[in-house]
């Protein structure tokens, strides 16, 4: 009878370590399965993280191609407002005999001109939304910080040189000039400027000192355009890297 309870309870106990292979097995493969599943889970938000900062670093690069296409513009621009204060400026000091037509359209050259405008939409959207931490590149966030820092120089300068014109420039010549015949005579030779009132123009100090604030900040302008083209560049070139790491 003993013998037949021993062997009972032999069967018993490595029936019992059988069940407790296979649970532990059995638990083993679950918690297996979940890790799986929480890295893959890991993996694909990772991944969508990522296109999401590709996307954006795409957008940048838009704006970025934008800007240095009208910051070239600008800097040509300011370069002709230069030339043409150098004409006026002769007038002034009477190197050269005066061209009523030429006075004119040099005046209207500098005066008529138009701030820059950044295009940022998508740094604005990246700050908006919170998102910009997902640029991983920190060479791109310095770039790009950097660069709003320099349109906001860029920004007061353009404000002091548009109080300059407004002080200097656009009062004596309104007060001066018919404004209608001096627009006219650009496109139609038949129209001039009132000899007599050119000339009040030229004996006007105020007007001179004008265009010299003028050409001082066309000058400024340049150089700090011209600046903002090469931190352009280099921050092109970085996000083009970084885009290139997936590939």
Do not use: C
Request: charged share 25%; proline share 1%; glycine share 2%.
């Amino acid at each position: 009878m003993m013998k037949f309870f021993k062997s009972a309870r032999y069967q018993l106990m490595d029936k019992n370590r059988k069940y407790i292979r296979y649970a532990i097995g059995e638990t083993f493969l679950v918690v297996i399965g979940i890790l799986i599943a929480v890295q893959i889970n890991n993996w694909n938000e990772d991944r969508t993280i990522r296109n999401l900062e590709k996307t954006y670093l795409e957008n940048i690069k838009l704006d970025l191609n934008l800007n240095r296409t009208s910051l070239e513009a600008f800097v040509i621009d300011r370069e002709n407002s230069i030339k043409s204060t150098d004409s006026i400026l002769d007038y002034f000091n009477k190197r050269k005999e005066l061209d009523v037509v030429a006075f004119n359209r040099h005046s209207l050259n500098i005066m008529v001109w138009l701030p820059f405008e950044q295009h940022d939409n998508t740094y604005q959207e990246l700050l908006n939304s919170g998102n910009f931490s997902i640029l991983t590149n920190k060479d791109v966030q310095d770039h790009l910080q950097n660069m709003q820092s320099k349109f906001k120089k860029v920004a007061f300068i353009e404000n002091e040189m548009q109080q300059d014109f407004e002080s200097y420039l656009y009062d004596p010549f309104f007060t001066t000039v018919d404004l209608e015949t001096s627009l006219k005579s650009l496109n139609e030779t038949s129209v001039k400027l009132d000899v007599n009132q050119v000339n009040a123009l030229l004996n006007n100090q105020t007007y001179k000192n004008g265009f010299i604030l003028s050409a001082f900040n066309s000058s400024t302008l340049t150089k700090e355009y011209s600046e903002m083209i090469k931190t352009t560049d280099a921050l092109i070139v970085i996000i083009d890297k970084e885009l290139q790491k997936d590939e």
